[in-house]
């Protein structure tokens, strides 16, 4: 995709932007994830410097892209909606993103158990599985981030594109949330849960799969109210 010639050099950008956007959509670069280097991006995209740079200020400008001078150049959200909320996300406070997480997690929850397949299932069954791993070793920081990836796979499992893009907006506040725990006296109950779900969506008992869910976050929504008053 050569780009010499000033008049072509708009064109270009255009249609770069368009490759890096599907290039994060696709989840080649995840949320998170740092870009290559840019010697290797204007070799892989046949462009110069200047169109990279360009179609990367684009990309930063909408909020897919964040660049931290001196140390690269990172995704922050996979789409425009997602950067939109996610900054709106980002002022609030622990106890509304808790309150948002049972809402959006319960949901999720009754709808995966009616629209999960096989690969979903297998999924949730192998993070049930590892948090148990972790649990059995006594690891409670590799159970924090498998319950990270556990809850994101049961909101992706119920095919719902609006629930998904606002999970993974406010996934850095979910995150925080459930990084804050679990304390080693709870740790057994979170996998317990986890695998209360898991099979509750397994079996597509809506109704059950949406009340664990719920049940699964509210103590720490009660122990947030608690904490601000």
């Excluded at 780009?3 to 995840?30: F, H, K, M, N, Y």
């Excluded at 949330?177 to 695998?195: C, D, F, K, N, Y």
Aim: hydrophobic letters at 45%; glycine letters at 6%.
């Amino acid at each position: 995709m050569s780009d010499s010639g000033a008049p072509r050099r708009s064109a270009l950008v255009g249609r770069l932007i368009t490759l890096l956007q599907e290039r994060i959509r696709s989840g080649a670069w995840p949320v998170g994830s740092r870009l290559p280097v840019e010697t290797e991006l204007v070799e892989e995209f046949d462009v110069s410097r200047a169109t990279l740079r360009q179609a990367v200020q684009a990309l930063v400008h909408v909020g897919l892209l964040e660049t931290i001078q001196g140390n690269g150049t990172f995704v922050r959200a996979t789409t425009e909606l997602d950067a939109v909320l996610a900054r709106f996300v980002g002022g609030e406070d622990m106890l509304t993103v808790l309150e948002a997480r049972r809402a959006v997690e319960s949901e999720a929850a009754g709808l995966a158990a009616r629209r999960a397949d096989d690969a979903d299932h297998a999924r949730l069954a192998a993070l049930a599985a590892e948090g148990r791993t972790a649990l059995d070793a006594g690891d409670h920081e590799l159970l924090n981030r498998v319950a990270t990836h556990f809850h994101r796979a049961v909101v992706h499992a119920a095919r719902n594109t609006l629930l998904s893009h606002f999970y993974d907006a406010f996934e850095a506040g979910a995150t925080r949330s459930i990084m804050q725990g679990p304390a080693p006296q709870t740790a057994r109950a979170l996998v317990e849960e986890h695998e209360g779900i898991c099979a509750a969506i397994r079996s597509g008992d809506a109704e059950r799969a949406h009340r664990l869910a719920r049940a699964h976050v509210t103590p720490a929504v009660e122990a947030c109210c608690s904490h601000t008053r």
